[in-house]
Structure formats: C-alpha cells, structure tokens
C-alpha cells in the first residue's frame, strides 16, 4: 500500500501556519491597526498607539498612508504573511535594515503597508535576517503590554536592553519607564522567593509574618522538596546499579562529595552537594544515565533573572538552591485581572 502522502503534506502544512494573531483588548474600542512583527501577527489601536508613541502620532495618519485604508478594504495590498484580507484601516509589517544579516538582530523596523503600493504583490523577503524572530517578536508584545498597561515580566537585563531600544525607536520611552516599577516588582517577587527558601538549614520563609506569603512560600518549598527528593532517588539507583566492584569506589566518591559540602564546621549545604556532583559528572567520575541527570540538572537550574551569573551551591548562592518557581494560580491576586 502507497504511503499516505495526503497526511504527510496536511502535517507539513500544519506546522509551518503562522501563530495565532494577538489580540489587544479595549474596552469600547475594535483594533483597527494590524502590525506585523515577523511571523507574529499583532491587533491593536490607533489611539493607543497615538497615546503613547510619538512615532505612531507623527507617522500614522501621515499623508503617504491614507491609501492603506482602500488597500486594506480590497485585499490588494495585502503582505504574503497577513492572515486574512480584513478592513484595518491601518497596516503595517517588518522591514529589515541594510545591516539585517547581523547577528545583533535590533535592526528591523515596522513599515506601512502603504509604501510599498508600487510593488502590491512582491513578497516580504525575511530570510536575511540572522536574529531571533520570535523573540524580538515577543519583546515587542511586552512594549505593546507597556502601552496597554498590562502586566509584563523582563526576562533578563538583554531583554530591557532589546525594549529600550524598541521604545526608542518608536518613541515610547515615558510609557516604558513608567511601567518598569511593576514589572521590576514581579522579578523581585521571583528573585525574593528564590532567596528566601534558604540558606539551607535556615530557611528564612518560616519567619515571614503575612499568611498569605508564607503560603506561597511553603508551596515552593515543597516543589523544592521534590526535586531533591528526584535527584536523590536517581543518585541511589546508580547505587543499586553499580555492582560490587563499583560500590566501593562510588561510596567513597559520595564520602568525599559530603565532606566537600562542609565548610568551617558548619552544617551540610545539599546545594553545594549536588553542584559538586554534578561536576563529578561533567567530569566524568560519576556516571548518571541521561534520565535520571535531567532531574539533577533541574535540580540546579537557577531561575535567576536579575541576577543570572550565580548558581546553586556557589559563591553567594553557597548554601541556596536556586530553581525555585511559583505558578501563577498559587499567587495571591489575578495576574489577568484588567481593571482595577
């Protein structure tokens, strides 16, 4: 029987369909403005837009564009990556500078459609360009967020580097900087967790004074808990694997990985431990098989933003584990909640 060719192109042709628009929200107000960032589509308002960018303001309604209301009514001028012919009465997609094969990625910019009028069928050629698409399309969605007062978390200070150079560009840094306080304070409320689950054997969050705090704090603990408790379990079956002849040399490399974890006289610190083990590993006088080393590399993954060059079981971070996480549903107020 033939191949079911049918089904292979179906699959193909699923996986290479753009993302799903994002849909800015207005009370009162219908996006009428269609940016394309890349491969993402983005549904948003004139008068936000307007409101907060003085590029927008000077450029949106500039007498060149007036001709992409038709366009966009007709469908003849319609970019390859637009979903649907729709009546925006604004369009706009990326254009790469003449620097585009950089690897650097800050050079695109946003265009309207209406320029390109002379070529209404040429297709937008993007391959030039050597950045990462869908992560300068989503430092864009968190200016938008800005704009829109909605809450955004920085990933990093590359990231606030990467929006500052977008509000620049489309002159939007008072909006930006103004919603910087509340997006800081999501990353140290992370960064605040992180630090207060330790140091190890004096866990600080059991002093917390605010109920509701603490609560969150001991659901991360717990979650910590049982990625100790994975780690440990994979590093007692290369035990239970490691024959006679290898026990004694892995039960002495244990001893020895124990004694490292003390310092001056001081308490065991597991994250300095399990650092030291996995040195052994990269190292290649521990083996642990690739199933059981995720949970150790989980165990010592930092989700660190501000503060990205420690890690557990060194320097400052000696005596903390640093993978500490929270979901959104076990925090105490809606993180979607729009007016408030």
């Known amino acids: 029987m033939a191949p079911p060719r049918n089904k292979k192109q179906k699959t193909a042709a699923v996986a290479a369909s753009p993302p799903t628009p994002i849909v800015f929200q207005s009370p009162g107000l219908q996006p009428d403005v269609r940016l394309m ?12 837009l307007k409101l907060y960018s003085a590029f927008f303001r000077k450029f949106l309604d500039s007498p060149d ?18 979903s649907a012919p729709t009546k925006f009465k604004y369009e706009w997609f990326t254009q790469l500078d003449q620097d585009a094969e950089s690897a650097e990625g800050g050079n695109w910019h946003l265009v309207a459609a209406s320029s390109t009028s002379n070529e209404p069928t040429r297709p937008i050629d993007l391959s030039q360009f050597k950045g990462n698409k869908s992560y300068q399309s989503r430092v864009f969605e968190k200016l938008l967020c800005a704009m829109y007062l909605k809450p955004y978390i920085i990933e990093g200070y590359v990231e606030l580097a990467t929006m500052t150079d977008l509000a620049d560009y489309y002159c939007a840094l008072p909006i930006l900087s ?12 992370l960064e605040s967790l992180v630090w207060v689950l330790g140091p190890w054997g ?44 290898g026990l004694q040399s892995l039960m002495d490399t244990m001893q020895e990985l124990a004694l490292g974890a003390w310092e001056d006289g001081a ?9 030291q083990l996995q040195k052994y590993k ?4 521990v083996v642990i098989g690739n ?10 993954k930092s989700e660190l933003v501000l ?34």
């Open 291 to 300: 199933d059981d080393a995720y949970y150790l590399d989980l165990l010592l």
């Open 37 to 48: 960032v890349f491969d993402q589509e983005f549904h948003v308002h004139s008068v936000i």
């Open 282 to 285: 990269e190292d290649g006088n």
């Open 307 to 340: 503060e990205q060059q420690y890690q557990a079981g060194t320097e400052l971070a000696f005596d903390h584990f640093l993978c500490v996480s929270i979901d959104d549903e076990d925090l105490p107020w809606d993180i979607t909640e729009m007016d408030w």
């Open 178 to 189: 103004r919603t910087l306080d509340s997006a800081f304070f999501k990353v140290l409320r």
């Open 267 to 275: 308490a065991l610190s597991m994250p300095r431990y399990f650092q």
């Open 65 to 82: 564009k007036v001709a992409a209301v038709e366009a966009a009514s007709t469908g003849t001028l319609r970019p390859a990556q637009w």
């Open 202 to 245: 004096n866990e600080q969050w059991k002093n917390l004074q605010d109920p509701k705090l603490k609560k969150i704090a001991k659901i991360a603990r717990y979650g910590l808990s049982h990625k100790i408790s994975k780690a440990q379990e994979a590093l007692t079956k290369e035990i239970a694997l490691s024959g006679d002849e």
